[in-house]
């Protein structure tokens, strides 16, 4: 029993931790070291929006905390060598499902927008869909230090 709250205890807590992996790719979202950097600002319309996921991360933790549960419960099928057994199995399976749950929670739904600069010129930006975008809006990408984004 003590087994059992253990392993429901590490996974919720790896949850957690997962969801606060979820990095911020959107247009409002920066890192702390784009503070204070210049700009470029350019203006444009949109010419088109398309809906994209974005990959979630592979930080290791899912692998980690699939593994020890599935090796606990595994170790809970039989004794002895098939007991060992059982958390080897148990251990290898719930750390590959760790890792595909991951990078399937910290995906995000995100957006490919082509914008028709005022010099006549396309460019097409991915981020996080934390906007909402129209073919026909006005708005302004800014760009600096290899980052580019759309804003209204």
């Given at each position: 029993?003590?087994?059992?709250?253990?392993?429901?205890?590490?996974?919720?807590?790896?949850?957690?931790?997962?969801?606060g992996c979820v990095a911020g790719q959107g247009g409002g979202d920066?890192?702390?070291?784009?503070?204070?950097?210049?700009?470029?600002?350019?203006?444009?319309?949109?010419?088109?929006?398309?809906?994209?996921?974005?990959?979630?991360?592979?930080?290791?933790?899912?692998?980690?905390?699939?593994?020890?549960?599935?090796?606990?419960?595994?170790?809970?099928?039989?004794?002895?060598?098939?007991?060992?057994?059982?958390?080897?199995?148990?251990?290898?399976?719930?750390?590959?499902?760790?890792?595909?749950?991951?990078?399937?929670?910290?995906?995000?739904?995100?957006?490919?927008?082509?914008?028709?600069?005022?010099?006549?010129?396309?460019?097409?930006?991915?981020?996080?869909?934390?906007?909402?975008?129209?073919?026909?809006?006005r708005v302004r990408i800014l760009s600096g230090?290899?980052?580019?984004?759309?804003?209204?």
């Amino acid at each position: 029993m003590k087994q059992h709250i253990l392993a429901i205890t590490f996974l919720c807590s790896g949850a957690l931790l997962l969801n606060g992996c979820v990095a911020g790719q959107g247009g409002g979202d920066y890192a702390r070291g784009e503070a204070r950097q210049e700009q470029s600002v350019r203006t444009g319309v949109i010419e088109s929006v398309r809906e994209v996921r974005l990959e979630g991360t592979r930080s290791g933790i899912g692998t980690v905390a699939g593994g020890v549960a599935g090796g606990i419960g595994g170790a809970q099928i039989a004794h002895g060598w098939l007991g060992a057994l059982g958390a080897l199995a148990g251990a290898v399976g719930g750390g590959l499902l760790g890792q595909v749950a991951e990078e399937g929670v910290t995906g995000r739904k995100g957006v490919e927008i082509t914008v028709r600069l005022d010099n006549g010129s396309l460019v097409a930006i991915t981020q996080a869909a934390d906007e909402e975008f129209r073919p026909g809006d006005r708005v302004r990408i800014l760009s600096g230090g290899g980052v580019s984004r759309v804003t209204h």
